[in-house]
C-alpha cells in the first residue's frame, strides 16, 4: 500500500492509460491510497517507471481548486 497524495481513482485511470494496473483503495474510505501487488523484477521496475512518470502531472493545485 502506498499514499499517491492525490486522488487515487485519478491516479489509477493515469496508469490504466499506460498498462498498469493498480487498486485504489476508494471502497475502504482511503481516497488517496494504493495497493500495488509484487510481480517478477521486470514488471516491477516497468510500474515503478510509470508511476515516477504519473505522479508529477496529478499533483493537487496550489490553489486547492
Do not use: C, H, W
Not at 492525490?6 to 498498462?19: H, K, T, V, W, Y
Not at 482511503?30 to 500495488?36: A, D, F, K, S, W
Not at 523484477?41 to 496550489?62: D, G, H, Q, T, V
Request: positive net charge; aromatic residues 8%; glycine residues 8%.
Amino acid at each position: 500500500f502506498f499514499d499517491s497524495l492525490r486522488s487515487a481513482g485519478d491516479f489509477n485511470q493515469a496508469l490504466l492509460q499506460e498498462g498498469v494496473i493498480l487498486r485504489p483503495l476508494l471502497n475502504y474510505g482511503l481516497p488517496t491510497q494504493i495497493r500495488m501487488s509484487v510481480g517478477l523484477a521486470e514488471e516491477n521496475a516497468y510500474a515503478i517507471e510509470k508511476i515516477r512518470k504519473i505522479l508529477p502531472k496529478l499533483l493537487p493545485s496550489k490553489s486547492g481548486v
